[in-house]
C-alpha cells in the first residue's frame, strides 16, 4: 500500500514536471523498524522489572466459584406443595 501510493505520487510529480524525491517512505519504514529495537519498558518510576530482589506486592488467591454449594442430588419435594406456596393468594374480597 505504501509502495503503491509512493508510485502514484511519483507519476503525478512527473506529468506535472516536478519531481521530489521520496525519502517519507523510506523514512516511515525505517522508523517503524527501529521502533522494534526499543525496549518494552523504560525507568520512568519505581524498581527495575528485571531486577530479582525488586520488592512487589503480595499474591493473593480467591476462588472464583467459593459460594457454590452443590444442589445434586436433591430429593424431589411433593409438587403441590411448592406450587401452592408459589402461586398467588385468592383474594378475599370477591
Do not use: C, E, Y
Given at each position: 500500500m505504501l509502495?503503491?501510493?509512493g508510485a502514484k505520487f511519483a507519476?503525478?510529480?512527473?506529468?506535472?514536471?516536478?519531481?521530489?524525491?521520496?525519502k517519507w517512505p523510506l523514512l516511515a519504514?525505517?522508523?517503524?523498524a527501529l521502533s522494534g529495537c526499543m525496549p518494552a519498558t523504560t525507568q520512568i518510576a519505581g524498581a527495575?522489572?528485571?531486577?530479582?530482589?525488586?520488592?512487589?506486592a503480595r499474591v493473593g488467591y480467591r476462588s472464583t466459584i467459593a459460594p457454590y454449594t452443590s444442589l445434586r442430588p436433591a430429593?424431589?419435594?411433593?409438587?403441590?406443595?411448592r406450587n401452592?406456596?408459589?402461586?398467588p393468594q385468592p383474594k378475599q374480597d370477591r
Open positions: 509502495t503503491l501510493s507519476a503525478a510529480s512527473a506529468a506535472r514536471g516536478r519531481h521530489f524525491p521520496l519504514v525505517l522508523a517503524l527495575d522489572p528485571a531486577d530479582p530482589a525488586a520488592k512487589v430429593t424431589p419435594g411433593p409438587w403441590r406443595d401452592d406456596a408459589v402461586a
